[in-house]
């Protein structure tokens, strides 16, 4: 009995050390390749799906617990999908999603097999990015390696999990995980608090709390009025709450009158009360980024965007593109474009004096708080030219 035991701890202690030794074996770079950054800092890169010979663009999203396929681009390529029983929460509605079971995807120099994708519509994205979005790549593949971002270069290295030198003068987090990094970030406004927030890597905003937390938090100033907006993620478009906040932090670094959106989260997309919104990538898009997720560790290093001006600019215009148009979307009343008179529907052919019919650049051109605008649109196409002035959110 004694040489029975004694075996089993031995066979224990070598598995053990084993573990131990993969561990803490040195990570090894996979992998290096260019990515675009979106408006808002929102991260695209391409890749391809089994041995379909188009090349993919897909979202690079800490905010997805899974990986999917826009259902445009499953119908096209005749992609073999199944009901899954599962209905996923959107900022403005809930959808049951397919799934695309045991798959693989390729980006330059790595492959992934046995993926399952999630199925959905994403031409909400596409219109608002101007690109065909045709998925998004989240937990499932952060899961299994060490992925840096880099904003400066505008690269993403992916290493094999292991042990990794961060580079210095950076700061390490240690967020909670469910499949989603969950951040403690202090807020200061009308008082300061701590919270617990999504660290969402595929939001093209700054900052985010629903308003059942901002309610219960009474973390704003009453004084301060904000706009409203438009906006579109999964589930449609929707109207929420523009204003500011006095400081967010996260870690040691701090960030000074911040753009925020608040949420009517009627489906409950932020999970209140345990979280009370997400930080967002035009945040995060100021620190180069280490997710390491087989640690449970992001390592951020502030880089040349890290004191960048946030965006105060408020047109209260909503643009997508569609069908190689730039279209109006709502355009929100008594706001500076609906007191110049133009209107949901109208199709954009210059602002100012260019004609590139690029949605981000187009947006890009309205930033600049006080700046006259001449915009040339076409409605029931007649041309028509309408000005305005920029204006600014608080």
Known sequence: MLKVCLLILLIFYGYFSFSQEIYERPSKLITQFPFKQLSGGVVLVRGKFNNIPDTLNFILDTGSGAISLDSETVEEFHIHHIPSGKIINGIAGTTEVDYAPNNSLTLPGLTIDSL???????????????EKIDGIIGYSFLSKYIVKINFDSLLVKVYSPGKILYPPHGYLLHPLFTALPIQSLTIKDARTINAN?????????????????????????????????????????????????????????????????ILDDVFNATSYPFLGG???????????????????????????????????????????YKDGKVILDEVIKKSPAYNAGLKKDDVIIAVNTNFSNDITLYKNLMQNVGQKITLLISRDNVPMIFSFKVGRIY
């Open 278 to 320: 997400l930080i967002g990538d035009d945040i995060l898009r100021r620190f180069n980024i280490t997710l390491n997720y087989p640690k449970r560790e992001i390592h951020l290093l502030p880089n040349s965007h890290f004191r960048d001006d946030f965006d105060y600019s408020y047109t209260g215009l909503n643009l997508y």
């Open 197 to 261: 927030f999504y660290f969402d890597m595929g939001a093209g905003l700054c900052f985010l709390m629903s308003n059942q937390f901002e309610s219960d938090s009474t973390v704003l100033k009453k004084r301060r009025k904000p706009v409203y907006i438009q906006v579109q993620g999964l589930g449609g478009r929707k109207q929420m709450q523009l204003t500011i906040i006095k400081e967010v932090q996260i870690g040691p670094y701090k960030f000074r009158k911040v753009p925020t959106n």
């Open 116 to 130: 399952d994708f999630y199925v959905n519509n994403y031409d909400v994205l596409s219109g608002v990015y101007g």
